[in-house]
Nanobody, 124 residues
Framework: VQLQASGGGLVQAGGSLRLSCAASGSIFSINAMGWYRQAPGKQRELVAVITSGGGTNYADSVKGRFTISRDNAKNTVYLQMNSPKPEDTAVYYC???????????????????WGQGTLVTVSS
């Protein structure tokens, strides 16, 4: 099982960018999925999270600008970043809090599953 993040890059302040994170493999279900970020010299922080039912929660710093969504059929979570600011520059990571995988011996849960990061740079 893999979480593959994509969509990062260089964007001007006030522009827009969309991140995607697709889970691949023999997946039975995924509970909450989220986006976290880590700026240079700072700790990783929550950006947004979405439950399997569509409930969302955002960091105060991105409320009103970023939107998290998911496509359960595609096991994919998205982060629409509108009006980004230079302080949004960071490596963005996707996370699945509980991922249930089909294996030859049955279902297996993986907790706190991380994808690789994708760098977002916001220029002023």
């Amino acid at each position: 099982v893999q979480l593959q993040a994509s969509g990062g890059g260089l964007v001007q302040a006030g522009g827009s960018l969309r991140l995607s994170c697709a889970a691949s493999g023999s997946i039975f279900s995924i509970n909450a999925m989220g986006w976290y970020r880590q700026a240079p010299g700072k700790q990783r922080e929550l950006v947004a999270v979405i439950t399997s039912g569509g409930g969302t929660n955002y960091a105060d710093s991105v409320k009103g600008r970023f939107t998290i969504s998911r496509d359960n059929a595609k096991n994919t979570v998205y982060l629409q970043m509108n009006s980004p600011k230079p302080e949004d520059t960071a490596v963005y990571y996707c996370n699945a809090d509980r991922l249930v995988e089909r294996t030859p011996s049955g279902l297996r849960s993986e907790y706190d599953y991380w994808g690789q990061g994708t760098l977002v740079t916001v220029s002023s």
